[in-house]
Nanobody
Framework: QVQLVESGGGLVQAGGSLRLTCAAS????????MGWFRQAPGKHREFVAA????????RYADSVKGRFTISRENAKNTVYLQMTSVKPEDMANYYC????????????WGQGTQVTVSS
């Protein structure tokens, strides 16, 4: 099993920056991909970003491309989401995810961290 704990959420002004952190524990050696999803009230959960095991391959939702950056620090079993030029529509609960394979659905989910954007 893998446990994921997010931190770094909070209140940010529109146009500002925020960095989310997700620390993994447990069978971390089995993790291949790590990433982030988000869910706003009344909306479906949506993919935000993901990174491969080495962090060399990343992908982003079109809505955050150019503004958010995902990175991994494998020595600390941690993945980050650097959010810049934050918009009101970025306000959501952000979930960290981890996958055991190079493709397919993510296998583990964190409890989420709330990001609130003031305009």
């Amino acid at each position: 099993q893998v446990q994921l704990v997010e931190s770094g959420g909070g209140l940010v002004q529109a146009g500002g920056s925020l960095r989310l952190t997700c620390a993994a524990s447990g069978r971390t050696s089995s993790i291949y991909s790590m990433g982030w999803f988000r869910q706003a009230p009344g909306k479906h959960r949506e993919f935000v970003a993901a990174a491969s095991k080495t962090g060399g391959r990343t992908r982003y939702a079109d809505s955050v491309k150019g503004r958010f950056t995902i990175s991994r620090e494998n020595a600390k079993n941690t993945v980050y989401l650097q959010m810049t030029s934050v918009k009101p529509e970025d306000m959501a609960n952000y979930y960290c995810v981890a996958g055991l394979s190079t493709s397919g659905p993510f296998d583990f989910w964190g409890q989420g961290t709330q990001v609130t954007v003031s305009s």
